[in-house]
């Protein structure tokens, strides 16, 4: 995971994500709006900086809200809370293989040379 400091130009804020990657300039980002609602972000520019604390390299990244992207424009189904959508595995297994009961498959973890 990179720590990535996000300054906000929308909002005038600073604060830091987590990613598995940097944006690139002129990619487009989800964030969180300060009342809750996700929105897009352009990414305006891509900096790196040294840490204080050693010779780690932190990026950064200047962002502005996306023209048309407030968050009024998502999908009604994006808005809405996902119900719990937890089903047995029981009922799993049955809609997908059928009414045969599950066998599970025997496995030998030793990994010792004989």
Excluded at 48 to 77: I, K, S
């Amino acid at each position: 995971m990179i720590e990535i400091e996000i300054q906000n130009e929308t909002h005038q804020s600073q604060f830091r994500i987590k990613a598995l990657a940097v944006p690139r300039i002129g990619e487009g980002l989800r964030l969180q709006e300060p009342d809750g609602a996700w929105a897009s972000y352009d990414v305006l520019d891509v900096w790196y900086q040294q840490a204080d604390f050693g010779a780690v390299w932190v990026p950064y990244l200047h962002v502005r809200l996306t023209p048309g992207g407030d968050g009024e424009t998502l999908a009604p189904a994006m808005k809405a809370s996902v119900p719990h959508q937890a089903m047995p595995i029981e009922e799993f297994l049955a809609r997908f293989e059928g009414a045969k009961e599950h066998e599970p498959v025997k496995l030998t973890l030793d990994m010792s040379e004989e």
